[in-house]
């Protein structure tokens, strides 16, 4: 299972904090990725990190501004999100397969959370 929380209402340039907590499975065999869906726009892939090798993935669109890392005492993944604007306005999910199919494009995983809401005003 995986379990999103930290979404909010948050002012343009502001900074929110989302975390996924994994249980019930091997947390050590999966990669862990963040997703999010905006109203009328396809899923896309925001960040992933493997636990294996602590490779990490950005989207072009946060890169620099968002941060994902990983508590392994916890089995907890953290996105770190900074300088948020308007257009990351969605629903973010997180998810867990392997790294390679978390950042092909697909938008395919094993497991998904339930999502959590982050709206940015202007």
């Known amino acids: 299972h995986l379990m999103e929380s930290g979404g909010g209402l948050v002012q343009a340039g502001g900074s929110l904090t989302l975390s996924c907590a994994v249980s019930g499975f091997n947390f050590d065999d999966y990669a862990i990725g963040w997703f999010r869906q905006a109203p009328g726009k396809e899923r896309e892939g925001v960040s992933c990190?493997?636990?294996?090798?602590?490779?990490?993935y950005y989207a072009a669109s946060v890169k620099g501004r968002f941060t994902i890392s990983n508590d392994n005492a916890k089995n907890t993944v953290y996105l770190q999100m900074n300088s948020l604007k308007p257009e990351d306005t969605a629903v973010y999910y997180c998810a867990a397969d392997l790294f390679s199919r978390l950042t092909s494009g697909g938008n395919r995983a094993l497991y998904w959370g339930q999502g959590t809401q982050v709206t940015v005003s202007s």
């Open positions: 990190i493997s636990r294996s090798d602590g490779n990490t």
